[in-house]
Every structure is written in C-alpha cells, then in structure tokens.
C-alpha cells in the first residue's frame, strides 16, 4: 500500500465524504506477472472511477499508467472493468460501488501498461477497406457558438472495446472479430451510402465472425454509446439466412430514439 | 509494345480449400431447425417413456418396451428422433470445440471427426432399435 | 524500451481473460455477468450434459438387448429416488435447452428483435411450471 502525505492535507476530487479502497491491478513490460496494488482515495458524492485514478496518480503514485479524454463518456478512451463489470471510468461512480473497488483493464486486449491497452488488435478487427467510421446523419439541434460552423456527429461506436471484453466467446479465442466490427458492418448493410454491402456481407458470412456470436447480448449490456451490437448481429444473421439485404426496421438505436450521448 | 495478358497467381491449395470452406447459412439453419423439430420429438419421446405407463417414473419394463417399439409409427418416430437428435447435439458440440480457436486444419478434423462420430451413433442406434423391433 | 536484449515495446502484452480457471473456459465465468451471458454460459452446460446423456442413454439401452432380466435388473436401479431425481434433472436440461433454443432461434435470424429479456423470463416462467409439473409425477409415485 502506498502511503505519502497524510490523506487530511490533501484535496479530493469533490467534497470528501468518505475513504475508499481501491485495488488496482500493475503490470509493466518486463514485468515477470501482474499485481494489484491497495490505495485509500479520499472520495465525494459525486466522485467516479476515473477521478479517484487520478487522485492515485498525483497523489500517491504517478507510475500508474491511466488513460482519458473526454470526461463525459463521448471518446470511450476510459474503458475499464470495475467490480468485474465493463464500464467508462468517466461515467462509473463510486457511490454505487462497494468499500473495496477494484479496477483492471478491459479484457482480451493486450495490456500496455497497468490500466492502459494496446488498442490496434482491437480497431485491426474491423473489415478492411470499409469506412466503417462515418458521420451520423442524426445531428443534435445544437445551435453552435460564435466562430464554430456547426457540429459534426459520428456514428455511435466511439471504439471503447467495452463489447469485446464483456463477449465470452472473446474470452475463448482472438479469432473472432468481435461485437464492435460486426456491428459497425451491419450499419453499412443497414444503411450502405456506396459501400459494398456484397463484400461485407461475404467478410461477415465466416467462421469467426457473424456465427461464432452466441447470443449472449454481454455485449449490448456493456456498451455505452447505444450502438445495440448483438441486435445488430442478429439483424445480419437474419440477412445472411435470408439471403441478402431486406426492407425491415432498422436497429433501433439512441439516435433514433431522440436521445444519446 | 505488346501488351501481355498476366493472370493473377492462382491461390495454394491450402488458400483454395480455405475459400471454399466457408461456414454455409445452412449449418446454422440446421442446428436451428433440428432445435425446432426436437421439441416437438423430445416431447413426445418423455411422455410416451415417463408420463404413459402406471409405473414408478412411467418406466416400461422388457415386455412393455418391446410392445412399443413395435409399433411401426412409434418405430419410424424413434428412428427420426435419433437422426434430429444426433444432428442437433454434434452440431452444438462442433460449435463448442470451434469456439476454441482452432484452424482451418483442426476445423476440417473436428469436422470430420463429428461426420464419424454421427453416423456410427446412428447406425448404432438404427440396429438397436431394429433389434428390438424384431423381438415383438 | 529493451531488457536482456528484448524490445519490450516490440512484444505483445499480456491479456486478461474472463473464465473460471484456464482459459478457454472464458464462456464460463458467473462474475461481472449479466443475464444473457447466463443465459449463453447454462445453455452449454445442459447442451453438453445433454450430449452426454444422449451417449449414456444409448449404453442403457442397450442393456435391452441382454433380454428381460438385464432391462428388469436395470429398472430396479432406475426406479429408486437418487435415479428419479437425476431423471427431473434430465427434464430441467431439457427444458431449458429447449426454451431457451428456441430463445437463441428466434433472436438469432433476427426473427424477433429485440425481445431477448422478454423472451428469457417467459421460457423461465414456463419452464418452471413444466419442470414442477413434471417433477410432481416423476417423484410422486417414488
């Protein structure tokens, strides 16, 4: 456990309220295995994981590799597993989370360091030549701030990894191309703008990708952006039996819904 | 200057057979129409050997499972729930050992593997209930 | 970045898995799980209790072919309670494979889209009253 300053003298991301413990797993390159080291964060009412990461960092040990950006769940750069479930760090609070709270990095993607990932394995499973990376044509009405011409919107899926740490047949074999690049293909069959629905069809239409999904929808229950992942497997393994694209509902998203991030 | 006419390489042997082993819609249609049809055999199949005959658990005795079976409707019936029923349970074991991670080679095994292990648990079945059929 | 001649940037890091014990067995692991992923994890379970069963039922049988006492000898066994309570939970099995293939069926072709709770508390509701059901006469006259 570290142990610097006494926690009185020093400030905690809000009004402190309480002491948490938070078990953090380390690991470095080089390192022979991982470990998991004990910090006590003096925590607000509306303190979130990711807040009591950087109080660890600045005040107890700055070694400790973290990553984020945007603080408000839109970049999905803070992806962590707390207590074992997939969740931004940004948008994790810690009052609904026991005395003991442990973090870890999101699953079957390799580790850099501590909680930080090496993310390309993940943005590598994604179909080739495919712009899978698209504005939305479902804009806030947002009236833009002097100098600003407007905003800019994209597709749902900020590429957080969350899906493919909470899928279990991710757990099982890195062959499978996961929940994210299945559902980013299925929103160019759903909506193609020019993409070449028969060549994603065909790159889904395998072994790994498409049929190695099993229904667990672990996937939909981790995403933060409401892009629905499994649904969107379901809907291409719907069009995949039934022979081609077909005139049906679309997916229904937060975007459709009026809402989102 | 002439202009040559090159084709592209033809794939190895190992690309071509990878091409052409592609996991066909049909598998999972198969392994969702067979769930479909075994309920509906399963069914049948519990309550005839647990819900029909006044016994401790509705289980028939050497005579009484003799008489069943010799039943041509009951016989054809049983024949067609070992066949979906094979079906079924080898396909979701193939998909348990696929999920594994295995190669284009060890799918090809395990395939194959499953195609063996099938038909002998069939024929096997087949003779046992043709056995007994004969015995009524 | 480099240790005993090693470009340790260059390596690929370790990975975290999900799973009760050695990897693959990530499909399998209760923590951090929602529902579905229960759903998924005792479906194969029974699937591959069931595959088992299917193999096992055949050898019984088979004790058939050894004529009249073979089979009578067997049914003694088979009669007793330990038998009848592995027999409700062969029905449990199959009741819940059942249901909740149908589940994965409808869900999987994308039939029924986005009804997959809905779908899961109505095969648990009638599961339970067929398995209590069937449970009652398979145990009631033991």
Known sequence: MHTAEPIEKVEGPSKVTEIRRFRVFRYKRGDAESHYDEFDVPVGPRASVLDALRWIEVHRDPTLAIRHSCFHASCGTCGLRVNGREGLGCVTFVRDLGTTITVEPEANIPILADLVLDMREFYARFPEQHPVMRASEFLPRAVPPDGMDGYERFEDCIECGLCLSACPIAATTDEYVGPAALAAA??????PRGADTVDILRWADQPDAV?????????????????????????MRGVLVEGGPRRRAPVRTAAHEGGGP | MAVVETRPPRPSRRARERERYQPSVRVWQLLAGSGIVLLVLVSVHMVANHFVVESIGGLRTYEQVLDYIADPLIFTIECFFLLVVTVHALLGLRNVLFDLGLDARARRRVDAGLWLLGIATVAYGFYLVGTLASRA | MNRDGRDLRAERGPVLRKGVGVSPSGWFDPRGRTIGGWAFA?????????????YLHLAVLSLLLGGADAWNDFLRIATTSVFLLLDVLLVFGLLYHGLNGVRVALIGTGLVPGRERALFWAGTVIGTIALIAAGLHILGDA
């Open chain 3, 42 to 54: 005792v479906n194969r379970i029974t699937g591959l209790g069931l595959v088992f069963y299917l």
């Open chain 1, 211 to 235: 049929w190695r999904c099993h229904a667990a929808f672990e996937c939909t229950e981790a995403c933060p952006a409401g892009v629905y992942p499994a649904e969107r497997i379901m809907d």
């Open chain 1, 186 to 191: 299925q929103r160019l069959v759903e909506e």
